[in-house]
T-cell receptor, first 111, second 115 residues
Framework: KQEVTQIPAALSVPEGENLVLNCSFT??????LQWFRQDPGKGLTSLLL?????REQTSGRLNASLDKSSGRSTLYIAASQPGDSATYLC??????????FGQGTRLTINP | GAGVSQSPSNKVTEKGKDVELRCDPI?????LYWYRQSLGQGLEFLIY????????KSGLPSDRFSAERTGGSVSTLTIQRTQQEDSAVYLC?????????????FGQGTRLTVV
């Protein structure tokens, strides 16, 4: 059974800092891994998707890496801004199966 | 449509009543998922539809919960004899199974409150 863990559960940093969010998964036979953002009371917004054959994906100030063999992914946020405050979720998929989510990291960027 | 659409956005119901939640996936997406999120909790998988295959119902918490997907598009999640513990945000997502990214896109959710 695939299990996804995100550490830390919560993180608070000053504006402008670079930061890393971590995601680990127990079954390395994944099809892809996706990072989402969730604002309070809102749905999920897709940030980045990494296919199993890829090592990283970048979008603006965000960079996601994937080390499938070790069951790890990181989401790097550069030059953090207060608007980046949200809960960040990672999810993995094996083949045409359901997404399995971590519990999320609640990020607060302090002005 | 442009995105995944869920209705209603909010639903307040009395304990014991039945409710229906609707999801309109992105046009052409063959995969559809239902999740629920209780206050302050992570996402709990409920059910997954993939094309014409039998749905994966392994996440449905009890036989009071059921879902169907008509014509491979719109899906309805039905909760019978609602209980207070059913109160949560119910999220729907869809994805394409064309070769490519298969990114999942979520709707804004239906907030269900059972009083």
């Amino acid at each position: 059974k695939q299990e996804v863990t995100q550490i830390p559960a919560a993180l608070s940093v000053p504006e402008g800092e670079n930061l890393v969010l971590n995601c680990s998964f127990t079954d390395s036979a994944i099809y892809n891994l996706q990072w989402f953002r969730q604002d309070p009371g809102k749905g999920l917004t897709s940030l980045l998707l990494i296919q199993s054959s890829q090592r990283e994906q970048t979008s603006g100030r965000l960079n996601a890496s994937l080390d499938k063999s070790s069951g790890r992914s990181t989401l790097y946020i550069a030059a953090s801004q207060p608007g980046d405050s949200a809960t960040y979720l990672c999810a993995v998929r094996k083949g045409a199966q359901k997404l399995v989510f971590g519990q999320g990291t609640r990020l607060t960027i302090n002005p | 449509g442009a995105g995944v659409s869920q209705s209603p956005s909010n639903k307040v119901t009395e304990k014991g009543k039945d409710v229906e939640l609707r999801c309109d996936p992105i046009s052409g997406h063959t995969a559809l998922y239902w999740y629920r999120q209780s206050l302050g909790q992570g996402l709990e998988f409920l059910i997954y539809f993939q094309g014409n295959s039998a749905p994966d119902k392994s996440g449905l918490p009890s036989d009071r919960f059921s879902a169907e997907r008509t014509g491979g598009s719109v899906s309805t999640l039905t909760i019978q004899r609602t209980q207070q513990e059913d109160s949560a945000v119910y999220l729907c997502a869809s994805s394409s199974t064309q070769t490519g990214t298969r990114s999942a896109f979520f709707g804004q959710g239906t907030r269900l409150t059972v009083v």
